[in-house]
């Protein structure tokens, strides 16, 4: 007979590894997913990630076209998964249905209130490199002049870039405010289809390819209840219009003299000696903005390879309140993240304040668009103020920027 001890030991031994096998067996399997977030019109907007191991742990990749997007931020609690973006206020809460299939909602923090939207993913099979249809032209691949309409008739600018393999597409939407990043998806015969997810922004781009030169019955969603409509002609010499997004200095409105707290609660100003003698970048940007994440990024590397000649960059921080305790929290997110290794400024006000510039930058004119970059020579003079940022995801656009932006502070640097 097996004594009383030894029993118990031996049964709670075997609901230990009872557990630990269902533990497994409901762990979100390594793969590709489709991941589908649902609007309540239908309109529904895909995005592709995949699963891995890694040290251990699992991660997704959200995969936007040329970009991956690690999130290693995740939590398995039984059949629940918490995952969290990585630099915004964003994170999914999932139920593990089976090995295979994941739902939940997608939640994101914005000015006023929480966004929701339910949220369904499938592992899908692998896709073979062979497919009929890429045998197809390339009709879409170029530059399109494409005009935006919102709820209220009001019509906006921009220019689509667009790259065709086969049924495969790739692009990106210049407006006079920014980019919408890297956005990838299908032709389908006369049908194009566009989708983007980055954590921040979750955009699907419809429109009817009419012939070789129109895309016609456009419709673009964002969210969970945005939308407008769009069109769009072939046009080689199409302007996103950046001159509709400038800022300007007031006259005679002298020298920048702002001073905010770093992510470390220490006061900083533009007039600490610290930037005397020195090309001084002054972003204005918000860790909400993805395209001031791209900036951020580009910043970064190039402040690390320019600092030993002279050059220092300021970023001031509006963020969605002006609750200091919430704006610390997320601006150091960015800051870790992305390594950032020039000093983030907590200005206090909100993005949406109407007085933000007159509040914080009164020597310029309104801040229209984030990022905006501010170029002030060694004497303390605001020489340009950038408001025509191009991110990665437009390509050649990205690469006259840079090209750009490094002659203009060269030539101060020589002065």
């Known amino acids: 007979m097996l004594n009383f001890s030894y029993h118990c030991t031996m049964k709670y031994t075997l609901v230990f590894f009872l557990i630990l096998y269902i533990n497994i067996c409901i762990a979100q399997k390594p793969g590709e997913y489709r991941g589908t977030l649902l609007r309540a019109d239908g309109n529904d907007i895909g995005f592709d990630f995949d699963v891995v191991t890694q040290s251990g ?8 076209g040329e970009e991956k997007i690690m999130v290693d931020d995740i939590i398995t609690k039984g059949d629940s998964l918490f995952v969290y973006m990585p630099i915004y206020e964003s994170q999914f809460k999932l139920k593990i249905i089976d090995s295979n299939k994941i739902q939940g909602a997608w939640g994101k923090a914005t000015r006023n209130k929480n966004m929701v939207m339910p949220f369904v993913a499938n592992k899908r099979g692998v896709y ?3 497919d009929p249809r890429l045998l197809l032209n390339q009709g879409v691949t170029g530059m399109w002049k494409v005009e935006f309409t919102d709820a209220e008739k009001v019509k906006s600018p921009a220019v689509g870039i667009f790259t065709q393999y086969g049924i495969y597409i790739t692009g990106t939407f210049l407006t006079p405010t920014g980019d919408y990043r890297y956005l990838s998806g299908a032709v389908d015969n006369e049908k194009i289809y566009l989708y983007s997810f980055d954590g921040a922004r979750a955009l699907f781009f419809y429109g ?24 769009a002609s072939r046009d080689s010499s199409a302007s996103p219009h950046p001159e509709l997004s400038a800022a ?3 006259p005679n409105a002298g020298k920048l003299n702002f001073s905010f707290k770093n992510t470390k609660g220490i006061p900083v100003s533009i007039a600490d000696k610290h930037y005397k003698d020195r090309v001084v970048i002054v972003q204005i940007l918000g860790s909400w903005c993805p395209n001031c994440i791209d900036e951020t990024v580009f910043l970064t590397e190039y402040y690390n390879k320019n600092k030993d000649r002279g050059v220092e960059v300021i970023g001031l921080a509006y963020e969605y309140s002006a609750d200091i305790g919430r704006s610390l929290k ?17 200005t206090g006000v909100a993005v949406s304040d109407t007085m933000r510039t007159e509040k914080t930058l009164p020597q310029i004119t309104k801040i229209k668009m984030f990022p905006t970059t501010l170029i002030i020579d060694k004497k303390g003079n605001i020489r340009k103020i950038d408001t025509g940022f191009y991110g990665p995801g437009t390509g050649e656009y990205y690469e006259r920027y840079k090209k750009e932006f490094g002659q203009l502070v060269d030539g101060l640097l020589n002065e």
């Open 248 to 250: 300007f200095v007031k």
């Open 330 to 346: 997320n601006v150091r997110k960015l800051k870790d993240r992305l390594k950032v290794s020039y000093e983030l400024l907590i």
């Open 128 to 130: 073979t490199s062979y």
């Open 57 to 64: 742990k699992t991660v997704w990749y959200i995969i936007n």
């Open 208 to 231: 009817r390819i009419k012939d070789s030169n129109t895309i016609a019955d456009g419709h673009f969603y964002s969210g969970d209840v945005y939308k407008e409509t769009w069109a």
